[in-house]
């Protein structure tokens, strides 16, 4: 039994995770946690919206069959109907806020992955026994009990004491792409769309409307990601993802660095009792 799966066990039960999002990179950490032993659900919020559904358990919210490197996940509408997943021992996505997870019973991780890089951030200590800030807005010992860079470059680094880096709106290349590869909502309103996540795509072929007005790929490539038909978006969100990469395109799976930022989540569990004189050498903690 690998020390991880030591971390999921509570005196002979299964230990209950959180995990605030549906995203790609909530549900890496799902996977992670799930294999580590864990009973995990995941709390949908509607900001942002999800685009890279396809790396993601989001689209179990409506009943799809969706699986993330081979491990499923289903929907649970209510506490009767999360109880009883976790004792399948299946992964599960709600609409339900934490509030209504914390009467279930003691949470013993908490992870925030909604990656809302621009809102305000709760603070989140004293909600579960542990509680891990993923991402801008976060800072170890401030709002969370440990804070996980997200940024590339530097995604994976935990943080004990301070934040993470604020958000500086630069986008990791993706083969000739950065930035350019996302199309961004200029105005709020219901996005419809026909394309499926995986299609090839040319330089200015339709994707979908939002309202009244058409958006267009920017470039050639595989849609890599896309919001969901019929999803109501704000101003300035992401509405879709092209990857130029061709042949090398990836769109399905644990995204690479989602899966970084997963494993750092469990190298966390394992350093929950870190927080000592002598917790700063750990090549991990880097503040």
């Known amino acids: 039994m690998s020390e991880l799966q030591q971390q999921g066990r509570t005196r002979g039960r299964r230990a209950f995770a959180t995990i605030l999002g549906t995203n790609e990179i909530a549900s890496a950490v799902a ?31 409506y009943e799809d069959d969706v699986s993330v490197d081979g491990v499923k996940a289903e929907r649970a509408d209510t506490g009767v109907h999360i109880r009883a ?30 990656m809302n890089k621009y809102q305000v951030t709760p603070d989140l200590r004293r909600l579960a026994k542990l509680t891990i800030g993923l991402g801008p807005g976060f800072s170890g010992g401030t709002n969370c009990d440990l804070a ?23 986008a990791r290349p993706l083969g ?9 909502a200029k105005v709020p309103g219901r996005w419809h769309t026909a394309i499926e ?14 309202g009244g007005e058409s958006i267009c790929a920017p470039f050639d490539g ?8 019929g999803t109501e978006v704000p101003a300035g969100v992401k509405l879709l993802e092209i990857d130029p990469r061709g042949r090398g395109a990836d769109w399905t799976g644990l995204d690479a660095r989602a899966l970084v930022i997963a494993q750092a989540v469990s190298r966390a569990l394992t350093f929950r009792n870190a ?11 880097v503040k």
Not at 31 to 59: C, Q, T, W
Not at 148 to 170: F, L, N, S, W, Y
Not at 201 to 208: N, T
């Open 31 to 61: 996977v992670e946690l799930h294999r580590g032993g864990y009973n995990v659900v995941l709390s949908h919020d509607p900001v942002p919206p999800v685009i890279r559904r396809k790396m993601a358990f989001h689209d179990a919210l």
């Open 85 to 114: 997943g976790l004792a399948r021992n299946t992964v599960l996505v709600t609409s339900l806020g934490l509030l209504d997870l914390i009467v279930l019973g003691t949470i013993d991780l908490l992870v925030d992955a909604r």
């Open 148 to 170: 996980i860079e997200t940024r590339p470059g530097k995604e994976g680094q935990i943080i004990q004491h301070g934040p993470t880096d604020a958000p500086d709106g630069i």
């Open 176 to 184: 000739s792409a950065t930035s350019d590869r996302f199309v961004h």
């Open 197 to 210: 996540i995986g299609a090839r795509a040319f330089k200015d072929f339709h994707i979908g409307y939002l």
């Open 222 to 229: 595989i849609v890599r990601g896309v919001v969901r038909d």
């Open 275 to 285: 927080r000592t004189a002598d917790a700063p050498s750990h090549p991990y903690l």
